[in-house]
């Protein structure tokens, strides 16, 4: 990708403020529009409105689309509805041109589609726009070639090329029966090798992987992962093809995914953008960090009620960060790794007891380690002394409970079809601190 550095971008802010078109268009030929989108970025809405009216409108519906989202709403609300129809639905396909008109409201939605010419692309789109987002429906695009299993060659070559003068990628030639229903897909190296055969049904490639319409995005891209596919057809609940998922499309639905998840684990409530205003950063973090002071506030309540424990032994003060701090990186490590085997499909939820006790085997390990490396340390610093033995044990306590804690979370949270990420962050944390607390404080009770 280009790589616009200051003096371009004032450079070509200048080209805009003198209206030299013919320089400008010279400047942006070369440029992909992954590039350009780039650029817009760096431009206020009148200077990349000047950009846009000098792209032909292929190209302009291809910046769009690289645009970020909230550069691309700001564009769609500066543009007349028509502008938007004719010039850039027009020349998307349909599963980007449904992403595209998902961003608007309903009424903007239905004028762009009462001002699309292309009645069959139009009645796609509403089709495709039923369809929950976040499944394979939602995703997939319905241009395709689609041939019929009893054609002969010729006549299959022939409705391939017609098929094909819409397309600006081919990447599998899908078989189907009279009835719509997916037989298979037909290799284009049988083309070649067998330019005579009789029908396509002898030399297509049978039972190919599929997806069905409500197919969870996850697990479309799971499915992608595992059988190394740039594209995957989708078919409905009797078997018939309605679309076809490609490559680039589930790659941008699972960085989209990973952000999502980042900010969740990283105690963010909503997705945010560096760019967004200063009350949407606010809304989307304070919550995490009002919880977070009233974890801080129960702890400071908990240490009080054992406030006489720290006039007899003040050492008892000095573990404190170390038992909080050790139990919430446990907690965070084990809730991480559960996420991240329900993300990829290498964990299910059947097999969360032999997961468990795995976790409690790790954790008797890691417990036994930390307590006697805490142990040998404070026999050195403080000799056998009570605060010695309730430190350890303490260790060794909140260390198993941190463990099965941060494993049942997110296991409890996908059974309960909510975000298992949530667990990973500060709920985590914070409740490892306050339960860790609880826990080094009555056993330094009892045992001094």
Request: a negative charge; proline letters at 4%.
């Amino acid at each position: 990708m280009e790589q616009f550095t200051e003096e371009y971008i004032k450079d070509f802010q200048q080209i805009i403020k003198n209206k030299d078109e013919e320089k400008a268009r010279v400047l942006l030929e070369p440029l992909h529009p992954a590039d350009i989108a780039e650029l817009y970025h760096s431009l206020d809405l009148d200077e990349a409105e000047f950009i846009y009216l000098l792209l032909d409108s292929e190209k302009a519906a291809d910046v769009l689309m690289e645009l970020d989202e909230d550069d691309r709403k700001k564009m769609l609300k500066h543009l007349p509805n028509e502008t938007i129809a004719k010039q850039f639905i027009d020349h998307l396909d349909t599963d980007d041109a449904v992403d595209l008109i998902r961003e608007l409201d309903e009424e903007a939605q239905e004028e762009i589609l009462s001002h699309i010419d292309d009645v069959e692309q139009a009645g796609d789109i509403v089709d495709l726009l039923k369809y929950d987002e976040d499944t394979a429906g939602g995703l997939m695009g319905t241009e395709m070639v689609v041939v019929n299993e009893n054609w002969s060659m010729p006549e299959c070559l022939k409705e391939m090329r017609q098929q094909a003068e819409d397309m600006d990628e081919i990447y599998y030639v899908y078989v189907v029966d009279d009835d719509e229903r997916l037989r298979g897909v037909f290799p284009l190296k049988k083309m070649i090798t067998n330019p005579s055969v009789s029908k396509i049904k002898h030399v297509m490639k049978k039972d190919p992987v599929s997806v069905k319409t409500d197919t969870p995005v996850e697990e479309v891209a799971q499915i992608f992962e595992k059988y190394n596919l740039v594209a995957v057809p989708v078919i409905d609940s009797i078997g018939r093809l309605v679309g076809r998922i490609t490559v680039d499309d589930v790659m941008d639905q699972v960085r989209e995914q990973s952000e999502r998840d980042y900010q969740l684990a990283s105690g963010l409530s909503q997705d945010v953008e560096s760019t967004d205003t200063v009350f949407t950063q606010t809304s989307a973090r304070l919550p995490w960090l009002l919880i977070g002071m009233f974890g801080g506030l129960a702890n400071s309540v908990i240490l009080g009620n054992f406030e006489s424990g720290f006039v007899t032994n003040p050492a008892m003060a000095l573990f404190i960060p170390l038992i909080g701090g050790t139990g919430g990186n446990v907690g965070i490590q084990s809730s991480a790794i559960v996420v991240q085997g329900l993300a990829n499909g290498s964990f299910s939820i059947k097999r969360s007891g032999s997961q468990l006790l795995k976790e409690l085997g790790v954790a008797l390990i890691n417990a036994c380690m930390i307590s006697a490396l805490v142990f040998i340390y404070n026999m050195f610093l403080l000799g056998n002394t009570p605060v010695t033995k309730s430190v350890s044990l303490s260790l060794f306590a909140v260390v198993i409970f941190a463990s099965i804690f941060g494993t049942l979370v997110p296991m409890t949270l996908e059974r309960l079809k909510i975000d298992p990420a949530i667990a990973t962050g500060p709920f985590i944390t914070i409740t490892n601190d306050i339960i860790g607390m609880l826990i080094y404080m009555s056993i330094s009770a009892a045992m001094t």
